[in-house]
């Protein structure tokens, strides 16, 4: 689930960053757009590195919100700085947007938006009771807001490649613990007490992941049409 979604965030990013060109026809003024687009996602984001460096005692520097170019060309949105530690503390400072994130995700979705009916329907490829769903949607009471929130929160609470650098390490070292744990007979006790927890926990993420890959599909049609149009009407194009 997870890489259908970070190709779907790409390709409607993309189409959003052209429709912003087409229309500005400057490259400061799409990125500051951009930017606001993506602010309380990005706000959260950071914010929540932040707290959970405070929260496990990490010491902390400079706090951005201003967009910057990387070297590689992509563009990052804001970042805070944290001292390295060990890798369980790096690997929940790392995760603390994706917990933060999937949370409010799924409050909106399931509390604002009642998104678990389409959820379904999308699990068992019930195609014409999501769409109809999907076509209810805009009478829900404040949808525009909740749905905004959703969108920008899910397109940012991924970690980077800098928030998973301590993930690797930190997997095998449990890998390794869980093997000698089999190899002594724990393997039955896993099964029971370990196991359970961690389907629902797993479950849950994939939900979240496919919520917010449902933002983003209902989308991206809309912005692709409008990047076409644009091209037709004003003769400019952004690959």
């Given at each position: 689930?997870?890489?259908?979604?970070?190709?779907?965030?790409?390709?409607?990013?993309?189409?959003?960053?052209?429709?912003?060109?087409?229309?500005?026809?400057?490259?400061?003024?799409?990125?500051?757009?951009?930017?606001?687009?993506?602010?309380?996602?990005?706000?959260?984001?950071?914010?929540?590195?932040?707290?959970?460096?405070?929260?496990?005692?990490?010491?902390?520097?400079?706090?951005?919100?201003?967009?910057?170019?990387?070297?590689?060309?992509?563009?990052?949105?804001?970042?805070?700085?944290?001292?390295?530690?060990?890798?369980?503390?790096?690997?929940?400072?790392?995760?603390?947007?994706?917990?933060?994130?999937?949370?409010?995700?799924?409050?909106?979705?399931?509390?604002?938006?009642?998104?678990?009916?389409?959820?379904?329907?999308?699990?068992?490829?019930?195609?014409?009771?999501?769409?109809?769903?999907?076509?209810?949607?805009?009478?829900?009471?404040?949808?525009p807001l909740w749905f905004y929130l959703a969108f920008t929160v899910s397109?940012?609470?991924?970690?980077?490649?800098?928030?998973?650098?301590?993930?690797?390490?930190?997997?095998?070292?449990?890998?390794?613990?869980?093997?000698?744990?089999?190899?002594?007979?724990?393997?039955?006790?896993?099964?029971?007490?370990?196991?359970?927890?961690?389907?629902?926990?797993?479950?849950?993420?994939?939900?979240?992941?496919?919520?917010?890959?449902?933002?983003?599909?209902?989308?991206?049609?809309?912005?692709?049409?409008?990047h076409r149009i644009l091209t037709r009407l004003t003769g400019l194009d952004?690959?």
């Amino acid at each position: 689930m997870l890489v259908p979604l970070l190709a779907l965030q790409r390709a409607l990013h993309r189409e959003i960053q052209a429709v912003l060109l087409i229309l500005t026809r400057h490259a400061g003024a799409t990125m500051a757009f951009f930017s606001l687009l993506f602010l309380p996602g990005v706000l959260l984001h950071e914010l929540s590195h932040y707290l959970m460096a405070r929260l496990l005692r990490v010491r902390t520097g400079r706090f951005s919100l201003w967009p910057r170019a990387l070297p590689d060309g992509r563009l990052q949105l804001g970042y805070v700085e944290t001292a390295r530690s060990d890798v369980v503390r790096d690997t929940l400072i790392g995760l603390a947007p994706l917990l933060a994130g999937g949370l409010l995700v799924a409050y909106v979705a399931v509390f604002r938006l009642g998104l678990l009916s389409l959820w379904d329907a999308l699990r068992v490829g019930a195609v014409e009771r999501f769409w109809a769903g999907v076509a209810g949607l805009p009478r829900v009471p404040d949808f525009p807001l909740w749905f905004y929130l959703a969108f920008t929160v899910s397109s940012t609470m991924l970690p980077s490649r800098s928030d998973r650098h301590a993930w690797l390490p930190l997997g095998l070292w449990i890998g390794a613990l869980l093997s000698l744990a089999i190899l002594a007979g724990g393997g039955p006790w896993l099964l029971t007490y370990l196991a359970p927890p961690l389907n629902a926990f797993l479950r849950s993420v994939a939900m979240v992941f496919g919520l917010s890959a449902l933002f983003h599909a209902v989308l991206a049609l809309p912005v692709a049409l409008l990047h076409r149009i644009l091209t037709r009407l004003t003769g400019l194009d952004v690959q």
